[in-house]
């Protein structure tokens, strides 16, 4: 069974409030799947669950199982299964699947709770890589990573007076927190104001405090620390690191939540080139990746990026935009309902993409289309006389994408063309150098359903390094200025087409033709794609002081001249 009714069981031995990156993703899971979920706190033994999980399946309480932990309430979930038919999901984190690999008879069970279960959620590709080893199948493997929110921007608690590098992890001897105190004493010897803090339970808590005295690293080190005192903590550091290993019995950092956590805070971040590490920072654009067990290296990157605070700044800049885009609890939360089977019903989404000269920016665009959340929809590529024609990049078959050619026409007469031949729905003009959030289309889609009024909605973008905040929708806002980008997800019967003799401000165009018609649109406080900077590509932008300063550049003046035609033609004051 799939769609809304689903009801799903969900078996865990770690939920809030116990603390923990598992213990957190678990939580979010219950968040994403309510009210389609019922959780089952944990008992004193496992077993106790089977007879009970056995009779509820066969009373129809539930329609699907979710267990968080591979063995032992895997185990719970494949008998399950095998007494009534029930399906099952596992979630796994790279731990679990370690352990079981260990011993034969964990082996065995887990290949066969693994083999049968109908999904298995993981957290990085390093863990997929584990799962399959461990005998999932990899066409069942779905990978989600955990979500955070963004902060607010709170200024420092205290004045900035000593460099701070921060680290927050269970203490325990694959974090590499004595790695990251050698480093520290190297770090030190440059700069011998740099403090380190770490905040963190566990095991390894009084090998760790003589290791700083060993290694003469003055340390701060705090457990049981709240939310606040974490987030402070963050706000107020100025390098993060941690640098994870692999530890010889195979246990590894499947993910590190606390990466998108200082990313969010707008932190660069120095971790390890170590299981699913780089996949929750990328290496030279919002961090700096070593070699585990390297202090050496680990001190040379804290040092460069204490040294130089432009290129801090600009790491922790870019992660916020990352987490911005894919690492938000909307993208979470819809992967997790999509993973369970809750898929609300949605219209069809044609979208039309024109191009004319380089194909180079499509890759990075439809890897970001197949990324949606919302998967209900065909791409139109429509190549406006390109010379020599495109060729579109290796197939997707999660694509389904259609090109068609014609000659040079503008990039008006090309999103028509390309809406002629489609028959979605709903329509998305896109040009190539834009690349999608993952729930971009789940937004406005979701916009449009809660706002049957509207004809289109729109949210805010990046064009480059400057970002575009979404204005609230306002008519008389649109008669003066132009501030809707073309990219508006809207209904296909409200498309009045392109004015094609147009060759500036075509999309201001169309939203006024269509508030004449009564058609109008709803705005989305969300960050909805990214334009980015190329060569060749449709997309411009003129910053607003030149238009202030007191000679005009030839683009400004052709911008002029094309904002006058707008008016003219829509009886617009000037």
Known sequence: MTGDARRIRFLSLDLPPRRGGAARYHGAVIRALAPHVEVIPPRRHWLALLPSTIRAARTGAFDALLVSDLLPLGTVAWLTHVATGIPYTVICHGLDLQYALRVPRKRWIARHVLHYAERIIVNSHATAAIATRAGAPADRISIIAPSVSIPSNAPRDTPHQHPTILSVGRLIARKGFDTLIAAMAMVRERIPTAMLTIIGDGPEHTAIVAHARACGVPLTLLTNADDDALASSYAACDVFALLPRELPNGDIEGFGIVYLEAAAHGKPVVGTWSGGVPEAVTDGATSVLVPPN?????????????????????????????????????????????????????????????????????????????????????????????DPPIQL??????????????????????????????????????????????????????????????????????????????????????????????????????????????????????????????????????????????????????????????????????????????????????
């Open 294 to 386: 390297d202090p050496a290296a680990a001190a040379r990157a804290i040092t460069e990026l204490l040294a130089d605070p432009a290129r801090a700044r600009t790491l922790g800049a870019q992660g916020k935009v990352r987490i911005e885009t894919e690492f938000t609890p909307p993208v979470f939360d819809a992967r997790i309902r999509a993973a369970m089977g809750i898929m609300e019903s949605s219209p069809h989404i044609s979208i039309v993409i024109p191009i004319y000269g380089s194909p180079e920016p499509l890759t990075a665009c439809l890897t970001a289309l197949a990324a949606q959340t919302h998967q209900n929809f065909d791409i139109t590529i429509v190549d406006d006389g390109s």
């Open 393 to 574: 990049p290796a197939p997707n078959p999660q694509l389904p994408t259609h090109l068609i050619r014609q000659p040079h026409a503008g990039a008006p007469a090309a999103r028509n063309r390309g809406a002629r031949e489609t028959n979605g729905e709903l329509l998305l003009f896109l040009d190539a150098d834009i690349v999608l959030a993952p729930t971009a289309l789940e937004c406005m889609v979701r916009a449009l359903t809660a706002a049957p009024s509207a004809s289109y909605a729109y949210g805010g973008f990046r064009f480059g390094w400057k970002h575009f905040a979404p204005l609230p929708f306002s008519a008389d806002r649109l008669r003066r200025m132009p501030y809707i980008h073309t990219s508006a997800l809207l209904w296909r019967a409200h498309f009045p087409r392109f004015d094609e003799s147009l060759k500036r401000f075509q999309d201001w165009d169309l939203w006024l033709t269509m508030l004449a018609a009564g058609h109008t649109g709803v705005s989305i406080p969300d960050t909805l794609f990214h334009v980015r900077q190329m060569r060749g590509t449709m997309s411009r932008w003129v910053p607003s002081f030149a238009y202030r300063l007191p000679w005009r550049s030839a683009r400004v003046r052709a911008y002029e001249h094309a904002a006058a035609i707008i008016r003219a033609k829509h009886h617009l004051p000037s």
